[in-house]
């Protein structure tokens, strides 16, 4: 059974037609990667509804990769009990790879302030 019939099938006379197509999307796809985990807004709606999405990867025991800039420390000893449930689960099917180095943001960042500052003041480029 894919993991959307289960999915509707646990779910599915509780949940609206909308609900309902909502539910699968997390599912249908081979890989699903979520990119920049943390940076979403902290309303108890958005929790639940990344939450729902990690879920449904885990009871469909489909892949799911997750960026974030949260570290590991973070992940491990969240705030409050909506953040624990999504970090628990991601623990639990991801394998934490930490990349080191440099903000590659912060660096372009920079050179846009220095280019911007030899634009509006000639001789203060520095």
Aim: proline share 4%; with cysteine.
């Amino acid at each position: 059974m894919s993991g959307c019939l289960f999915l509707l099938r646990l779910y599915g006379s509780r949940l609206s037609s909308l609900s309902r197509e909502r539910l699968c999307v997390p599912v249908i796809y081979d890989l699903l990667i979520l990119d920049d985990l943390g940076a979403e807004r902290g309303t108890e709606y958005a929790l639940e509804q990344v939450f729902a999405v990690i879920d449904a990867r885990y009871r469909s025991r489909k892949p799911l990769i997750v960026t974030t800039n949260l570290t590991l420390d973070a992940l491990k000893h969240p705030d409050d009990l909506a953040h624990a449930r999504i970090y628990d689960r991601i623990l639990e099917i991801c394998a934490p790879i930490l990349f080191g180095g440099e903000n590659l943001r912060v660096e372009k960042a920079n050179e846009t302030k220095t280019a911007a500052r030899s634009l509006l003041l000639p001789g203060n480029a520095a």
